[in-house]
């Protein structure tokens, strides 16, 4: 696959950063691969105002000029990010998602509870905790509503996905990604040993990428 020109963008998680330890890995995987692997920063400087529409359109634009072929790989909102993507834009060719929140309102929500959930909306902002600034910032309820509309997407577009999630995921439980494998048969699951940061099974989430896209040094 190394003789044809093809492109891969790395989507990090919600609250969290290029910087983050899978990035940072398999950006030093794919370099010294000598395949390059653009990782866009999707909190623009303005995590307050970060919304999943914000987000595709930041990812789109970065897509190289057709017909170069495109990877996304996705980690947890990102997942869920590049699969929206991946639907309407035909240059995606493959899917790899790390432990994505396919179904992340429905995870998310109820952990925060109805009265945070009132308070977010009548305030229109939420104190959230950011992985990456290492400090809690301010999140607009915009996020929520602009989330919503995606919700129920149809995520039928038969491109080839490999979904690589931990089995002991305390965010997004495994169900979710057994489920949308089950029901989708160009889904490849592979179950891991790991929690929501996968950050103990990097090595073998390489070579997964490495073999099912088909790459060579």
Known sequence: MRNQPQAFIYLHGFASSPQSAKAEY??????SWQIPLVLPDLNQGDFSHLTIS??????????PPPPT????????L???????????????QRLVLLAPALQFLTHWLPRLGEPTLNQWQSEGYLSVYHYGEKRSLPLSYDFIQDAQTYQNESLNRPIPTLILHGSQDEIIPIESSRNFA???????????????????????????IVAFCQLSN
């Open 54 to 63: 914000r987000q595709l359109r930041q990812v789109e634009a970065e897509f």
């Open 69 to 76: 072929p495109v990877t996304l790989i996705g980690s947890s």
């Open 26 to 31: 398999l950006r030093s995987r794919f370099t």
């Open 78 to 92: 990102g997942g869920w990010t590049a699969t929206i993507l991946a639907q309407k834009q035909l240059q995606c």
């Open 182 to 208: 089950f029901e989708r048969p160009w889904v490849k699951l592979i179950e891991l040993d790991s929690d929501h940061s996968l950050d103990n099974v990097l090595p073998e989430i390489w070579q997964a």
